[in-house]
């Protein structure tokens, strides 16, 4: 690419950071590294009433959590500062005051009521609703007399009689017939500048090259681009991106799980894990020596993914259980020091050379970290056993269990001598051994699946885990 490429992700701290938002933060920037190019975050906070995130302080964790390391933005700064649009209103006003000098704008005194009752009429009769430019070509004495009167205004932009023309990396050409299109609020009746407004004049003077967004923004894209050429500035490439739906083709929503990165990040799903599916989520990547398939952290997918290939599809199913499988095998993939210090919050008791054994054994087990609480629960509390909810074979197993325990030394016996007169009685009596094995881990961890018995013992220690299987017999 022959240009210096400038990205930019503009989030409103107006709730949390959700799955779409945070793909829409890692395209920007894995597309900003793979040109060598410059990733800004830039915080749409102009609409106080709806503020949710103070300073978009959970936004900017977020990102830093994910590694999602950002130029230029609040707290580094940077040539185009300030990156908060609630104290860039000075350069909103300058390209307000041009648009008012180049006659592209006009007052419009219209009420929210009046417009309403319009769209509702245009709708009653099937016809497009958009505004009826009743404004437009106010006498100035009434725009004085209004004015005088203190009656509230927002200033529109005319939208000329032609169509304009954006280039998209997926769809490719998009032509907008702006007479299809309602003359667009530039300014709201507080005086602060819309969203559409702010946006076009913080990408003319950041100098963004590349507009890389979700689909939901190919609508009032028409408005923006019509703002690019209303000033005579140049056009950046856009890119939409699908939208993220669940398994059922419908928009991800709250009610999905996962749809907010908190709910991921509290249920113990890794960064890594979480950029990486989303990622590999409806893109293409070229060939790579990786042995690893497609767990690649983020240098590596920066290389990989094929910026000259990308889908023109309108949305892309998100999977719960396959964003599992990567974060197990992220899991795995971590060394065991680093996966110690990401579990240390989740435990109270004072952590043991014995319990990092434990911790090895079952780490490439663990869907999420948080897993590893229930994983070890046993090694701090003896399970209560139902008898009652044993199957029938397990029951016809208690007696044999109470009589290999009467002829072993419960404070010294080895883990092999107990297994091997157990399993040699079992087979002697023709009991299957996988159910013996599954009644002895049920009574060491309550649990029939899960480690070998020989290193449970070992784990837990003779007497506890003679105790544990006195315990289960004489329930």
């Known amino acids: 690419m022959n240009i210096a490429v400038r990205v930019r992700f503009a989030p409103s701290p107006t709730g949390l950071m959700h799955l779409g938002n945070v793909r829409t933060a890692l395209i920007n920037y894995l597309f900003a590294r793979h040109y060598q ?14 503020m949710f995130d103070e300073r978009a302080q959970g936004i900017l964790q977020d990102l830093q959590w994910l590694d999602l390391i950002f130029q230029e933005g609040p707290g580094i700064g940077g040539p185009s500062a300030p990156y908060y649009q609630s104290e860039r209103n000075a350069y909103y006003q300058e ?5 008012i000098e180049q006659k592209k704008v006009y007052r419009c005194f219209c009420t929210a009521e009046e417009l309403e009752k319009k769209r509702d009429r245009q709708i009653a009769q099937k016809l497009p609703p958009r505004y009826d430019r009743t404004c437009l070509n106010l006498h100035h ?3 004085h007399k209004n004015l005088d009167a203190g009656i509230p205004f927002i200033w529109r932009f005319r939208l000329p009689d032609e169509s304009v023309t954006i280039t998209d ?18 300014t709201r009746q507080d005086g602060t500048c819309t969203f559409i407004f702010a946006n076009f004049v913080d990408d003319v003077l950041m100098h963004i090259t590349h507009v890389i967004r979700g689909e939901d923004h190919l609508s009032n894209t028409a408005n923006q681009a019509a703002l690019y050429v209303g000033l005579n500035k140049k056009l950046p490439l856009f890119w939409h991106l699908p ?32 950029t990486n599916y989303l990622a590999i989520l409806g893109g293409s990547f070229k060939e790579t020596n990786s042995s690893e398939g497609e767990i690649m952290p983020l240098s590596e997918i920066v290389s990989a993914f094929n910026f000259d290939h990308i889908s023109s599809t309108g949305q892309i199913k998100y999977d719960i259980e396959k964003l599992r499988w990567f974060n197990q095998k992220w899991i795995q993939k971590i060394s065991f020091e680093d996966f110690k210090s990401r579990i240390a919050r989740l435990f109270e008791h004072k952590l043991d050379a014995q319990f990092d054994a434990l911790l090895m054994a079952i780490k490439p087990e663990l869907m999420t970290l948080h897993d590893v ?18 199957s029938e074979t397990e029951k016809a197993i208690l007696p044999l269990l109470k009589d290999i325990l009467s002829q072993v030394d419960t404070t010294s016996a080895e883990p092999e001598t107990f297994i091997k007169k157990i399993t040699g009685k079992a087979k002697a009596l023709e009991l299957p051994i996988k159910s013996v094995y599954a009644l002895l881990r049920i009574a060491l961890t309550g649990h029939a699946q899960g480690l070998g018995i020989k290193e449970l013992i070992t784990l837990l220690g003779h007497q506890e ?3 544990r299987f006195s315990a289960l017999i004489t329930e």
């Not at 190019?37 to 009433?49: L, N, S």
């Not at 907008?176 to 530039?186: I, R, W």
């Not at 991921?264 to 960064?271: D, K, V």
């Open 37 to 50: 190019g410059t990733f800004i975050v830039r915080i749409e906070d102009t609409d106080q009433q709806r």
């Open 95 to 99: 390209y307000l005051d041009l648009c």
């Open 141 to 143: 004495e009434v725009i």
């Open 169 to 186: 990396l997926a769809r490719g050409s998009i032509t907008y017939d702006l007479k299809n299109f309602s003359d667009f609020a530039v």
């Open 243 to 274: 939208i993220i739906a669940n398994t059922d083709g419908k928009k991800l929503s709250k009610r999905d799980f996962g749809f907010s990165l908190h709910d991921l990040r509290n249920a113990g799903y890794l960064p890594e894990a979480i």
């Open 373 to 390: 609480v229930e994983k070890t629960r046993f090694y701090f509390e003896a399970p209560h056993i139902n008898v009652n909810e044993l």
């Open 465 to 467: 885990s003679y105790k």
